[in-house]
């Protein structure tokens, strides 16, 4: 179990996708994404999304990531943020997102 001392270590928040490209260095399909998250910058990811979403679907899409898990090298990238979702039981996943136009950068809680 965690405290929630424990949880609120954790930095949640809203950003937009701004890029979208193929990862097709990734072990599993994958896309390489950029997220802005308003004044917090902008920051990389990869993410395993390729079974429900399409790289023009994404594009300026709201998510919901965390921004402070250590960088993590992936093939020849470099994942600064993990993107949240939802993993279905035919390991699809839906992402998670806020409801209505939030300002980027706004901390989850």
Not at 7 to 27: G, L, W
Not at 63 to 89: M, Y
């Amino acid at each position: 179990m965690i405290t929630l001392n424990d949880f609120k270590k954790v930095e949640i928040r809203v950003a937009t996708i701004i890029e979208v490209n193929d990862f097709t260095e990734a072990k599993n399909p994958s896309y390489k994404l950029k997220i802005d998250f308003g004044k917090f910058g902008i920051k990389k990811s990869s993410a395993q999304i390729t079974r429900l979403c399409k790289e023009e679907d994404l594009l300026n899409k709201q998510i919901i990531a965390i921004t402070n898990f250590k960088p993590k090298q992936i093939a020849n990238f470099i994942s600064e943020c993990l993107v949240l979702g939802v993993i279905l039981k035919n390991k699809e996943v839906v992402l998670l997102q806020p409801e209505g136009n939030i300002t980027n950068g706004y901390k989850v809680a």
